[in-house]
């Protein structure tokens, strides 16, 4: 319990793993402990499962759902919660065996599986069944945002099943690891199409939008993570009380979408990426509330300002239950007043407006101008460059490499990485905004229904396109779409600032031979190589 392992995130130490008394993240050893034991009933739970199935309910997926997106990079900090889950989670176990605990010779079939045999495992084994397992956890946060506004997919929910049954298989080789590692992507995908029908279908298609940084006088208060629904509830009890709202990090693209552009006191964006919190809400006079990952262990001089609800979860800190009571919110907004006059914000590039809501439906909308300027030469070339965002060095490679994209470029953008270029003044090209915000990370099934789409109008295939992805990731759910990306068979990916420490070398080997994905090098040398394939 004094000392953990943990290599989920980019930011891992020495790009090797967490091993000491606490991660980068801020996680403790006995927490990293903790989800180990949350991850191993997972796997029990998924093995009881296993040939019950037809007596399988929603509250099982819903159990495992919650259990895995709660393991997600910067959800939980709080081991009571997370104890909280354990138990419940052997309860339901228990509903589908509970014949085991009075059994006199156990087979040991429905046991929890410890997860330290997968840590010392093979560097294969354990790197296939990582890519499983830290897929099932981006993909559970997909799941659960859908699942919020009613939505759920049978499919989805027994593969987090089968997943889970695989990485607790102690004789699966690779033979048998490697389909199942596909078959995430495979799954994702329809998983990122629930959610995006759940998102279009409750709040209507985002449209371009024009999003400021200042935050004017008066009680305000800031919502980070990428829950809508927490949104929807949180502006409904605001209205008509003289207290605007303000996004942060992933929260800005939800200034696209109608039903929540109708409410005027949503006024506009608040900060950058999540990992400059500590700097950025460090004299806020304003509550701070985090509905999904991204929250960093809050400093002694805000914490008793910032509030949680959903899976996130510090310790001290005071959560918004199942209620969605936003009172404490709205109470401290109250007292804490604002800030005296207007406050002029920028981004990290000096600018003082970012623009979102360039959904896959607003861009196809474009689709024959985009293509008459692709065929014309007006637009030379499409980048995607877009992911999450972190605090490791070398991350300022993609606002070098947005700024040297050429003038008769468009650049896709998507999740919280494009904090580091969104704010540059590009101009257009073609007609078209050079910079374009899809959206959240969830939203990279749009881009990939976008690229499709370009793809059958040119009458070849996605890799075949003047197209090219430069990414970075941080946590569990860019591994996801990564896998769907593999799935799909798009090759030629950038990949940075760094490579997953849990991909093995033979691994790594297996995925560049099959899709051809690299790291990133220079914003220059990797513009040249990208350049010289239109």
């Known amino acids: ?280 809400f460090a004299d806020i006079p304003a509550p701070v509330l985090f509905t999904t990952n991204c929250l960093m262990p809050p400093r002694e001089s805000y914490a008793d300002r910032v509030f949680t609800t959903e899976l996130v979860s510090y310790p001290e800190l005071v959560h918004i239950g199942e209620d969605k009571d936003f009172t404490p919110v709205i109470e401290k907004s109250l007292i804490l007043g604002g800030y005296s006059e207007d406050r002029h914000f920028t981004g990290i590039n000096g600018g003082e407006r970012v623009t979102t809501g360039f959904g896959r439906n607003a861009v196809m909308s474009a689709a024959d101008k985009v293509i008459s300027a692709v065929k014309s030469g007006d637009i030379g070339h499409i980048f995607l460059v877009g992911g999450c965002d972190g605090a490791r060095a070398g991350r300022n490679y993609f606002t070098e490499f947005v700024r040297q994209t050429p003038d008769d470029s468009i650049v896709l953008t998507l999740a919280c990485g494009k904090y580091r270029f969104n704010d540059l003044e590009l101009g257009t090209t073609g007609g078209l905004p050079r910079i374009m915000d899809m959206g959240q990370c969830s939203d990279a099934y749009g881009a990939i229904k976008t690229a499709s789409a370009l793809a059958e109008a040119f009458g070849c295939t996605v890799n075949e396109l003047p197209l090219s992805m430069v990414l970075s990731w941080y946590e569990q759910k860019a591994v996801c779409i990564m896998l769907t990306l593999f799935h799909l068979g798009i090759k030629n990916i950038l990949l940075g600032p760094t490579l997953p420490a849990f991909i093995s070398p033979n691994v790594l080997d297996h995925l560049v031979n099959e899709y051809n994905i690299a790291p990133i090098t220079t914003p220059e040398e990797d513009m040249k190589k990208l350049l010289s394939k239109k």
């Open 1 to 280: 319990m004094n000392n953990m392992f943990c290599f989920q995130c980019e930011q891992t130490a020495g790009c090797k793993g967490c091993t000491g008394a606490a991660g980068v993240c801020g996680k403790k050893a006995d927490t990293a402990a903790l989800q180990d034991k949350l991850t191993g009933a997972l796997i029990g739970l998924a093995r009881a499962v296993n040939g019950n199935e037809d007596i399988v309910t929603e509250k099982t997926y819903k159990l495992i759902i919650e259990g895995l997106f709660t393991a997600v990079t910067n959800v939980n900090f709080n081991n009571d919660t997370i104890n909280e889950l354990i138990e419940k989670i052997a309860l339901e176990k228990n509903r589908y065996v509970s014949q085991c605990g009075s059994c006199a010779s156990p087979c040991g079939r429905t046991d929890d599986y410890d997860m330290q045999k997968l840590w010392n495992d093979n560097e294969d084994i354990r790197s296939l069944k990582s890519l499983i397992l830290f897929g099932i956890r981006g993909m559970a946060a997909y799941a659960y945002h859908a699942g919020v506004l009613g939505y759920s997919d049978e499919d989805v929910n027994s593969f987090f099943c089968k997943a889970l049954f695989a990485i607790g298989m102690d004789d699966y080789g690779m033979d048998e690891l490697l389909p199942i590692v596909m078959e995430t992507g495979e799954v994702n995908l329809k998983c990122m199409a629930m959610l995006d029908k759940a998102n279009t279908g409750t709040y209507g298609d985002p449209v371009p939008t024009e999003v400021t940084l200042t935050v004017e006088k008066g009680p305000f208060i800031v919502i980070s993570g990428h829950d809508l629904y927490d949104l929807k509830q949180l502006l409904e009890q605001t209205k008509d009380k003289g207290i605007n709202v303000y996004t942060h990090g992933e929260m800005l693209p939800a200034h696209g979408y109608p039903e929540l552009k109708k409410y005027s006191h949503l006024k506009g964006n608040f900060g950058t990426a999540w990992q400059n919190q500590q700097k950025e």
